[in-house]
């Protein structure tokens, strides 16, 4: 792996333990898939990965996630068929997070290829509204293809942009954006990531992220939730952009939120405490930050 000399001075400053960070990066990344509850249980799945040798076990924070543990192809029938999902275990906690109910009307703003999409689909048992949005005419093809294999019948796709969800005002239960970014969590499976990592794009990124997060607030009903995530480490791209959030909005309220079974560290701001990143050198995992905002009522004040 190749280290762009811009992206280690960065991560030198902002990771103590940046030796370790990037130690992790060069690790392959571990397989994990998701069980889609949605056409099979997971006895059927684990009867399949016995037969044919492979060796599983249980991701502690997602009931229907399983680790993989051999060297072997995941691109079965099964999977084609829409009985396991393969997805990074990290990725799987913002739809843990967001605890859609079967009744909620739900919008996932940046939704393809569909690995969240499908997950809530899942969680809300196929009951309720649940919108998945795609800008790009590329991506939403992927989208609507990974929604039919997993059997999701309560969703319904857009190709809009983001930004302008706005005008859906306070419209949706509970909003997911899973936001464009740098993507330095893919870094296991794509150094390029690194290679191509720069500081103005993280400025770019950070613009647009704060411009949806604003987006999908206002979309938002009172009591309403919004989980905002990425797989990448900048500060701009994450504390910042919720930091923006609380500014601009003031009866919006940072909640808390427990994963099991995971190591966790807070936001690095003292207004983000609440918010939380996943690092790999801590969970053999994709590094995601994840926050969790609620609409109140009352304005607050910071």
Not at 67 to 83: A, P, R
Request: hydrophobic content about 35%.
């Amino acid at each position: 792996m190749g280290i762009n000399k811009e992206f280690e001075q960065y991560h030198r400053r902002l990771f103590p333990d940046y030796e370790e960070f990037i130690a992790a990066l060069r690790k392959p990344s571990r397989k994990s898939i998701r069980v889609n509850s949605l056409k099979v249980d997971r006895k059927r799945v684990e009867e399949f990965l016995k037969k044919n040798n492979i060796v599983f076990s249980q991701i502690p924070w997602c009931t229907d996630g399983l680790w993989i543990d051999s060297d072997c192809e995941l691109d079965t029938v099964e999977h084609q068929l829409g009985y396991y999902y393969i997805q990074n275990s990290s990725s799987m906690i913002p739809s843990l997070a967001l605890d859609p109910y079967p009744e909620d009307y739900v919008l996932d703003m940046c939704a393809a290829p569909g690995s969240k999409t499908t997950h809530i689909a899942q969680l809300m048992e196929n009951v309720g509204v649940l919108v998945a949005n795609e800008a790009s005419f590329v991506r939403v093809r992927a989208l609507v293809i990974n929604i039919q294999k997993a059997g999701a019948s309560n969703v319904t796709v857009t190709r809009r942009d983001g930004v302008g969800y706005e005008r859906y005002n306070q419209r949706f239960d509970k909003v997911l954006l899973d936001a464009p970014c740098s993507d330095i969590g893919t870094a296991r499976k794509n150094s390029q990531v690194i290679a191509r990592w720069s500081i103005d794009r993280v400025h770019k990124l950070s613009n647009l992220q704060k411009k949806l997060i604003m987006s999908a607030y206002n979309t938002l009903r009172v009591g309403g939730t919004l989980v905002y995530s990425t797989c990448t480490t900048s500060r701009e791209e994450n504390e910042d952009v919720i930091e923006h959030l609380l500014k601009e909005k003031k009866e919006a309220t940072l909640e808390k939120f427990d994963i099991p079974d995971i190591k966790t560290r807070e936001g690095m701001t003292n207004k983000t405490r609440k918010t939380v990143r996943i690092m790999p050198q801590d969970n053999n995992t994709e590094s995601y930050y994840i926050a969790k905002i609620i609409k109140t009522e009352e304005e607050k004040d910071f």
